[in-house]
């Protein structure tokens, strides 16, 4: 046999491969719709998940911030995005970029909201979107239920977010608590501009998050107290008034991939211009919490103190209240979210290599000088902590 016979056998032999296995694999490939997206942020803890998950299925993403780009960010969303730098406070008429798409008639299958923190910024953005959007997704928190009368010792549902109708007690609740007052306000302005044909909305309701890439640095920092516990002064600790509290927790990878099946279906009218509470399966207490980051970094030989000084450091959780009831999100949503050890572990993973990770250099520094400040009277020896453990060395006067 010829050389050329064997050399074209072999190539419609591995055609024919190619075609087995495209064949099998047809069902499960996902052939979506490409969306025209416009998000308002994007480029942080919670958005950029959002955003990769968009790219790659195929939507189109025009992203409004600032221009700051967290951690690696900056290589893997904002080549691949029509970016306009704009700040939220200002008007938002003066974002020339943005009114000149839609003066072009433009429009967007999806609004998400991640940067949303005052009422007069969605009524800027509802006023000008209005005929150009068809969805917007705001990003709540949990926080709302702390400016409401909830009236039982359940985890809160959607229906608790109701304000007390008595002006000075309205007013008393949102002076404690403004960042929820100003996201209520926020919903409340959704729900009351679709009275007049507004932008159908979906408000997602997000207790505390946790996940890879936090511009908080609240995981980091404890996983790093614990890790580095015989570098540091300060004890592990937790107020001994939350040994008992219950807590809600959301993983930022969840709320990207619910996000993205939302935008990626046709808006379904069933569940619409409603809120949604998003958490964890698992409801768990600070000091489990700090316990299941021990045992995933192999500690043993560190206890967890409780301090009965109300004001002692903690870092979770943000709201009073307590865990909150996703039967809603699970029912509505088709809600399924990650087993919270599964999350765990792909967390203490990530911040463990983002230690040695060289386009981390800014977060990492940023950790180094946050233990030197509040966990250490000797700034020098977290220096030598970072360096027998993890091989970082950084000089003395460098940080």
């Not at 996902?30 to 942080?44: D, H, M, P, Q, W």
């Not at 002006?167 to 100003?182: M, P, S, T």
């Not at 997000?206 to 908080?216: A, Q």
């Not at 316990?291 to 870092?315: G, H, M, S, V, W």
Request: glycine share 4%.
């Amino acid at each position: 046999m010829s050389m050329y016979l064997v050399t074209h056998k072999l190539k419609i032999f591995v055609l024919w491969l190619c075609y087995v296995y495209l064949a099998r694999c047809k069902p499960q490939m996902r052939l979506a719709e490409s969306k025209n997206i416009l998000v308002f942020g994007g480029n942080g803890f919670i958005g950029s998940p959002v955003v990769e998950r968009l790219l790659a299925a195929g939507h189109n993403c025009t992203l409004i911030n600032r221009g700051n780009w967290y951690w690696d960010s900056w290589t893997k969303i904002r080549p691949y995005v029509r970016h306009i730098k704009f700040d939220r406070m200002q008007k938002i008429s003066k974002c020339s970029p943005l009114i000149e798409i839609l003066q072009n008639n433009e429009t967007f299958d999806a609004v998400i909201d991640f940067s949303a923190y005052h009422e007069f910024a969605v009524q800027e953005a509802l006023s000008i979107l209005k005929d150009h959007a068809q969805l917007y997704i705001f990003i709540s928190s949990d926080s709302v239920y702390e400016v409401c009368l909830k009236n039982h010792s359940n985890p809160s549902v959607e229906s608790d977010s109701v304000r007390p109708t008595d002006e000075k007690k309205r007013q008393r609740l949102a002076n404690i608590d403004d960042y929820g007052h100003r996201k209520l306000e926020i919903e409340e302005l959704l729900e009351y501009q679709r009275k007049d044909g507004g932008i159908p909305f979906i408000a997602l309701r997000l207790p505390d998050v946790v996940g890879p890439r936090d511009n908080t640095y609240r995981w980091w920092l404890y996983q790093s107290w614990m890790r580095l516990q015989e570098y540091l002064d300060k004890k592990v600790s937790i107020p001994s008034y939350l040994s008992k509290h219950l807590l809600s927790f959301v993983y930022n990878n969840d709320v990207a991939k619910l996000i993205e099946k939302l935008v990626s279906s046709d808006v379904d009218p069933n569940i619409i211009d409603q809120a949604y509470n998003l958490a964890f399966t698992e409801t768990f207490t600070l000091r489990q919490f700090l316990l299941d980051i021990k045992t995933a970094l192999n500690i043993t030989n560190l206890d967890i103190k409780e301090d009965d000084d109300p004001d002692t450091f903690r870092l979770f959780p943000s709201v009073t209240l307590g865990p909150i009831n996703t039967s809603k999100a699970r029912e509505m949503l088709n809600w399924d979210p990650t087993p919270w050890k599964t999350a765990l572990v792909d967390t203490v993973k990530f911040y463990e290599s983002a230690i040695t990770r060289a386009e981390f250099d800014v977060p990492r520094r940023d950790i180094i000088r946050s233990l030197q400040i509040y966990f250490s009277d000797r700034p020098f020896k977290v220096l030598i902590g970072f360096k027998r453990e993890y091989g970082i060395d950084y000089p003395k006067d460098e940080l």
